[in-house]
């Protein structure tokens, strides 16, 4: 199975702030990269597919690059609810795996 | 649009029989462009992908779970079934369902159910 290393586990920031997450796989995805939104108690929401592409309806500060290994998720500029879980998804092979999450917190 | 919801007990006792159902609704467990995917998450952890089920018969699961796993679709009420054998309390989770389509650049798991928590528990 191909393991996806998200960085950081957590991340301190304030409201305006621009954030980067990162996704590394332990081998070459090309695009195939999802980035997932969960606020507590809820199902996560598609933020990004195909490791660039916005989903309908998302926000343009959320942004998503990458190919092959590495990956990045950028919030231009933070939102008071933008402070939750985000989780990067391959789906380029079975079994699709997840990174271990990234909670980010009002500094 | 459509809609997912997941149902069935929310506890389990040991060495038993998991089962969970997602109702289908606005969408069509028979569509040949979408994959219908169980996904579940313990307490505080991270998500796991468990499987998921195409076209009403073809399935692949996660290796993991892959002897205890089974996945099947009900046309007729339009809807999808979970299966964990010889649950243990390291099955404790939110169990959620979801679609994985193609979308305009590319596949995703673009809805998702709202979960069910599942206790395993004596």
């Known amino acids: 199975a191909i393991q996806m290393t998200q960085s950081p586990s957590s991340l301190s920031a304030s409201v305006g702030d621009r954030v980067t997450i990162t996704c590394r796989a332990s081998?070459?995805?090309?695009?195939?990269l999802g980035w997932y939104q969960q606020k507590p108690g809820k199902a996560p929401k598609l933020l990004i597919y195909?490791?660039?592409a916005l989903q309908s309806g998302v926000p343009s500060r959320f942004s998503g690059s990458g190919s092959g290994t590495d990956f990045t998720l950028t919030i231009s500029s933070l939102q008071p609810e933008d402070f939750v879980t985000y989780y990067c998804?391959?789906?380029?092979?079975?079994?699709?795996?997840f990174g271990q999450g990234t909670k980010l917190e009002i500094k | 649009q459509v809609q997912l919801q997941e149902s069935g007990p929310g506890l389990v006792k040991p060495s038993e029989t998991l089962s969970l159902t997602c109702a289908v609704s606005?969408?069509?467990?028979?569509?040949?462009?979408?994959?219908w995917s169980w996904v579940r998450q313990p307490p505080g952890k991270e998500l796991e992908w468990i499987g998921y089920?195409?076209?009403?018969?073809?399935?692949n699961y996660n290796p993991s779970l892959n002897s205890r796993v089974t996945i099947s679709a009900d046309t007729s009420k339009n809807q999808f079934s979970l299966k964990l054998s010889s649950v243990t309390a390291a099955d404790t989770a939110v169990y959620y369902c979801?679609?994985?389509?193609?979308?305009?650049?590319?596949?995703?798991?673009?809805?998702w159910g709202q979960g069910t928590m599942v206790t395993v528990s004596s």
């Open positions: 081998q070459g995805i090309k695009k195939d």
């Open positions: 979801g679609r994985r389509q193609r979308l305009a650049l590319g596949d995703a798991l673009d809805i």
């Open positions: 089920i195409y076209n009403s018969g073809s399935t």
């Open positions: 998804l391959q789906d380029y092979s079975y079994p699709l795996t």
């Open positions: 195909a490791a660039s």
């Open positions: 606005g969408g069509s467990v028979s569509s040949r462009s979408d994959y």
